[in-house]
Structures are given as structure tokens and as C-alpha cells.
């Protein structure tokens, strides 16, 4: 069993930045590759980024050069700081880990809301 807890969200103007954190506990060993994820009202939950074990890193294109996630493997934490933050950028944002041991499941933590007023 893998927790996860976002913390980070809020209310930020147009242009602005946010930083997200999320703090896995549990059976932390077996996590392979995290990812951020978001959901905007009305809209299906959507890959923000994802980072593997290894380091290899993905993006989606509308956050490319504005986003960058990173991982701190000995903290078990993973991070998403947002710049040049959008309206559109308005979602709840979820942490997602993949563990592979005893088997492959998928852990999601309950979700940050970003608000981006223009």
C-alpha cells in the first residue's frame, strides 16, 4: 500500500507560479514511475508529466517550458513547479505512482485544486 498527499494548490493570478508537492508514505520501495495528472471541471483527468524511476521525464505539450516535475527519491516526494501559469491551467491536480511490487497498481492521491484568475 502506497499514501499519497498533495499540498501546493491555491489561488494564483495570471503569469504567476505555484509550486506542488506530494508526499509518499507506505510501501515506498516498490514505486516506480510518478506523475502529476489534473482534472478540469467538466473535463476528463488529463497527463500533466510523469517521471520514472530512472529520471526519464514526459510532458505534456500545453505545459512544456512552463512546467517542470522533479523527484526526490530519498524524501519520497515528488514535485511539480508550474510558471507562467494559465486560465486554463485551472484544474484539481492528482499525484499519481506506479508500484510494481507484489504486482502493478496505481495509487492517486485525493487531489490540490489551481485556481488561475486572468
Known amino acids: 500500500q502506497v499514501q499519497l498527499v498533495e499540498s501546493g494548490g491555491g489561488l494564483v493570478q495570471a503569469g504567476g507560479s505555484l509550486r506542488l508537492s506530494c508526499a509518499a508514505s507506505?510501501?515506498?520501495?516498490?514505486?516506480?514511475?510518478m506523475g502529476w495528472y489534473r482534472q478540469a471541471s467538466g473535463k476528463e483527468r488529463e497527463l500533466v508529466a510523469a517521471i520514472t524511476s530512472g529520471g526519464s521525464i514526459n510532458y505534456a505539450d500545453s505545459v512544456k517550458g512552463r512546467f517542470t516535475i522533479s523527484r526526490d527519491n530519498a524524501q519520497n516526494t515528488l514535485y511539480l513547479q508550474m510558471n507562467s501559469l494559465k486560465p486554463e491551467d485551472t484544474a484539481v491536480y492528482y499525484c499519481?505512482?506506479?508500484?510494481?511490487?507484489?504486482?502493478?497498481?496505481?495509487?492517486w492521491g485525493k487531489g490540490t485544486l489551481v485556481t488561475v484568475s486572468s
Open positions: 499519481n505512482a506506479e508500484v510494481t511490487c507484489p504486482g502493478v497498481m496505481d495509487y
Open positions: 507506505g510501501d515506498t520501495v516498490c514505486i516506480s514511475a
